[in-house]
């Protein structure tokens, strides 16, 4: 509850403070950290055992990073949400927090969770897989970094959607693969140039389909969150 109490005040404390209160119930239950680093550490240990000595062409392991990734934030984001229906205390952070500093604070939570599992996946995917070399950082970069906010955009008005379902565990999957399609190939791609040493104009296109994605996806879930939280 006092948790809760803190989130009351300015609509910019409100989402630090709701980004405050998730990250400090994280470190307790460490439930979303554990999934996450579990089972990106067992996704490439899979892959680097089928592989074996043999190499894989650029794209097969672009798309095979992203992959990881991917089912990484299946297995750790979906409880965004979630976690405040088990507690009981989603009407009270709907009294305490306008709906737009909510799904932000929780965008931010996601984007922190998300974005530390993607350095971690590609230091041990390049540390182990071999044939994974970057020719191009900048590609990658921007690509790790739009697609992080792509992920957290889409898993978090997803998560507030499932809460209230009875089939949480299976309902979060399914929407989200649709939903994520157009960013992952297009991450995908954008890793491929990156991997295959591309000049930075190429990857142009890719990156604009990024940013317009996340345009889209966040204000959106800015429009329609109102909705889905209340009701």
């Known amino acids: 509850m006092r948790q809760h109490e803190s989130v009351r005040g300015s609509w910019g404390s409100s ?8 990250w400090q119930s994280e470190l307790r239950t460490r439930y979303a950290i554990s999934a996450l680093l579990m089972f990106v550490i067992t996704t490439i240990s899979i892959i680097l055992f089928s592989l074996g000595s043999e190499g894989a062409p650029a794209e097969v392991l672009s798309g095979m990073l992203w992959v990881v990734i991917f089912f990484a934030a299946m297995s750790g984001l979906s409880r965004t949400f979630v976690m405040e229906e088990e507690r009981g205390t989603a009407m009270t952070l709907q009294l305490l927090a306008p709906p737009s500093a909510v799904y932000f604070g929780k965008l931010l939570f996601n984007l922190v969770l998300i974005a530390g599992v993607n350095l971690l996946t590609v230091a041990l ?7 994974f070399i970057i020719k191009t950082a900048s590609i990658f970069i921007i690509t790790i970094t739009l697609g992080s906010i792509g992920f957290a955009a889409a898993a978090t008005i997803i998560a507030a959607i499932i ?7 299976t ?5 989200s ?3 994520l399609l157009p960013l992952l190939l297009t991450v995908i791609n954008a890793t491929r140039l990156a991997a295959e040493g591309a000049f930075f104009e190429e990857a142009y296109g890719e990156f604009q389909i990024l940013i317009s994605y996340i345009v889209v996806v ?13 009701d």
Request: positive net charge; aromatic residues 18%; hydrophobic residues 55%.
């Open 15 to 22: 989402v630090l403070a709701i980004l405050r209160k998730d």
């Open 163 to 169: 809460a209230r379902a009875s089939t949480k565990g």
């Open 171 to 175: 309902l979060y999957p399914v929407l």
């Open 125 to 131: 995917y390049s540390l182990f897989i071999n044939g």
């Open 218 to 230: 966040i204000a959106t879930s800015f429009i329609v969150f109102d909705f889905v939280w209340k």
């Open 177 to 179: 693969f649709p939903i």
